[in-house]
């Protein structure tokens, strides 16, 4: 009876161990049910997080494309806007203004390219006439309206100095505006006189009617009683000249004349030419650039764009690269 009762002992116990082993197992997959799901779902939300990432990168290219599309869409516009003005300008007057005119029109052209503006380097008092007449719709003129030119306006384009120059052998480095003004008029014969060598002065300038010589003589007070070794038609010959001459002085524009080793621009009463003191008006002789319209004319839309454009803000870089300063 006492062994029955082991043997059944026995058998419950083994039954008890094999029910805790199945539970053990259970539990186990469970677990292991439970983080390959958790890990489904990480792998599932990472996925998610990408998606979203790409969308926006998505999107900001898309806006990025937008406003891209919007910039050309603009300089498209504007492109046709200028293209639609067209026509020809045409001016004519001062030799000084040769290099500012240059830069200018070669701008304007480029963003007007169905725009051709002419230009004739005739002089200044050629200029105003022009303009009087009606053979040009812009005259230039490197000197001020006088008072008898009347029926016209005048628009200052830039400002320019008139440099006062000698050949670089001479050693005269300094000279008063009263000497700028003997050596002129033939008061002042000898080099000797203003503290150069004991050599004789050729007087180089230019015709009548420049504005170089105008603005020059007005400036010195020495209108009509200049007296001239040589009368030349452009600021590049006066140059020349003065470079192939030991005694000579002339003036010339400082935007020609500062960048020509050939010639020593002197400074007046102690202030050098340069750019800056033109600007600052501490530089005594310099003059305006002028555009010069008549009264009675009406401009057509390409020249009246080109006046607009000569005058506007935004040319103040071109005028600086032909060396003279914006008013």
């Known amino acids: 009876m006492k062994r029955i009762s082991a043997l059944v002992l026995a058998l419950m116990m083994v039954l008890s161990l094999a029910a805790c082993g199945s539970s053990t197992d259970s539990t186990a997959d469970t677990t292991e049910s439970s983080t390959e799901s958790s890990t489904e779902e990480t792998d599932t939300t990472e996925e998610e997080a990408d998606a979203v990432e790409e969308e926006a990168d998505t999107a900001e290219e ?30 004519n007057g001062s030799t000084s203004m040769e290099k500012v005119m240059s830069i200018l029109i070669e701008a304007f052209e480029e963003q007007y390219p169905d725009v051709t503006v002419t230009y004739d380097a005739t002089g200044s008092g050629a200029g105003i006439t022009a303009a009087t007449e009606g053979s040009a719709d812009i005259g230039l003129a490197s000197r001020n309206l006088k008072d008898e030119e009347t029926g016209l306006t005048a628009y200052v384009v830039a400002i320019d100095g008139i440099a006062v120059i000698i050949n670089p052998s001479n050693g005269v480095e300094d000279l008063t505006l009263e000497q700028i003004a003997g ?61 192939q001459n030991q005694y000579a002085i002339g003036y010339a524009s400082l935007s020609e004349a500062a960048e020509d080793d050939s010639v020593k621009v002197i400074s007046v009463d102690g202030v050098e030419a340069t750019e800056e003191t033109v600007k600052d008006g501490s530089y005594a002789i310099q003059r305006n650039f002028n555009m010069v319209v008549s009264d009675s004319a009406t401009l057509s839309d390409a020249a009246q764009a080109f006046l607009d454009f000569c005058l506007s803000p935004e040319v103040a870089d071109y ?6 300063i914006q008013p």
């Not at 910039?71 to 498209?76: I, K, L």
């Not at 009548?208 to 020059?216: E, L, N, Y």
């Open 62 to 91: 898309a806006d990025a494309a937008e406003e891209e599309a919007d910039v050309v869409e603009e300089e498209t516009d504007t492109t046709e806007t200028n293209v639609d003005l067209s026509g020809t300008v045409s001016t």
């Open 183 to 243: 050596l002129f008029n033939g008061t002042i014969t000898n080099w000797s006189e203003v503290g150069g060598e004991d050599m004789e002065v050729a007087v180089i300038g230019r015709e009548a009617g420049s504005g170089t010589r105008d603005g020059f003589e007005s400036v010195v007070g020495v209108e009509d009683e200049c007296v001239y070794d040589q009368e030349l038609t452009s600021t590049g010959s006066v140059i020349t000249a003065v470079a």
């Open 319 to 324: 005028i600086a690269q032909a060396g003279a």
